[in-house]
């Protein structure tokens, strides 16, 4: 099993300073290295909209990997942040929402 990890990807912020669109990078190291796992810890971006959007976005652009997701502080900015963790458990991969089962891991049929 090939497992890959990365944390604080900042989307949004990178691109300020950098003018890189990190997430077209990422999609295509992603489609490079066909890990079968991908871990991001924390901090996808500011915000818990846009860090779900995203999330989906990446796991609909990448079926084949099962992305796993531990939300970090930038992702729950957000006048109330019980909001914000609830909206983000809305992510099948996150796991504010407990462990990880072993079908979690099956092909999709």
């Given at each position: 099993?090939?497992?890959?990890?990365?944390?604080?990807i900042?989307?949004?912020?990178?691109?300020?300073?950098?003018?890189?669109?990190?997430?077209?990078?990422?999609?295509?190291w992603?489609?490079?290295?066909?890990?079968?796992?991908?871990?991001?810890?924390?901090?996808?971006?500011?915000?818990?909209?846009?860090?779900?959007?995203?999330?989906?976005?990446?796991?609909?652009?990448?079926?084949?990997?099962?992305?796993?997701f531990?939300h970090?502080?930038?992702?729950?900015?957000?006048?109330?942040?019980?909001?914000?963790?609830?909206?983000?458990?809305?992510?099948?991969?996150?796991?504010?929402?407990?462990?990880?089962?072993?079908?979690?891991?099956?092909?999709?049929?």
């Amino acid at each position: 099993m090939k497992i890959a990890i990365l944390s604080d990807i900042h989307e949004g912020l990178n691109r300020k300073k950098t003018r890189i669109d990190i997430m077209t990078l990422l999609n295509n190291w992603l489609d490079a290295n066909q890990p079968d796992v991908f871990i991001i810890s924390g901090d996808m971006t500011a915000g818990p909209e846009k860090s779900l959007n995203l999330l989906n976005q990446l796991q609909n652009s990448n079926p084949q990997i099962k992305i796993i997701f531990v939300h970090g502080n930038h992702d729950v900015y957000y006048g109330d942040s019980t909001q914000a963790y609830e909206i983000l458990l809305k992510f099948p991969g996150n796991l504010g929402n407990g462990p990880i089962k072993s079908s979690f891991f099956l092909p999709k049929n």
